[in-house]
Nanobody, 124 residues
Framework: QVQLVESGGGLVQPGGSLKLSCSASGFFFEQSAMTWARQAPGKGLEGVTTIFRDGTALSADSAHGRFTISRDNAKKTVYLQLNFLAPEARARYYC??????????????????WGQGTQVTVSS
């Protein structure tokens, strides 16, 4: 059974940082692309960044210079480092995978497996 469990969200001041984690189980993590996506209040789902099995990443323009994705295959965990957070980064952040090596998850239908998400709030 595929499971994705996110953690690490919370309340942070503008300009601050957070590190999100997604613990995976039930599939061949090492061979799977992993995506972080987010959904802000009143907006649609946005694919933020994807990391492939070789460690390379593909990121949305909104993530460049601010967000960094990484993975630890031994721990079956993917991370999202959020830096220089601005109020517009407030969203629920989701971990997702299609359990395939090349798939990104830009919308729900792209990937079969999604976590429950972790909430990030940026406010002073």
């Amino acid at each position: 059974q595929v499971q994705l469990v996110e953690s690490g969200g919370g309340l942070v001041q503008p300009g601050g940082s957070l590190k999100l984690s997604c613990s995976a189980s039930g599939f061949f993590f090492e061979q799977s692309a992993m995506t972080w996506a987010r959904q802000a209040p009143g907006k649609g789902l946005e694919g933020v960044t994807t990391i492939f099995r070789d460690g390379t990443a593909l990121s949305a323009d909104s993530a460049h210079g601010r967000f960094t994705i990484s993975r630890d295959n031994a721990k079956k965990t993917v991370y999202l480092q959020l830096n220089f957070l601005a109020p517009e980064a407030r969203a629920r952040y989701y971990c997702a995978t299609a359990v395939l090596p090349l798939n990104t998850c830009r919308k729900r239908a792209d990937c079969r497996y999604w976590g429950q998400g972790t909430q990030v709030t940026v406010s002073s």
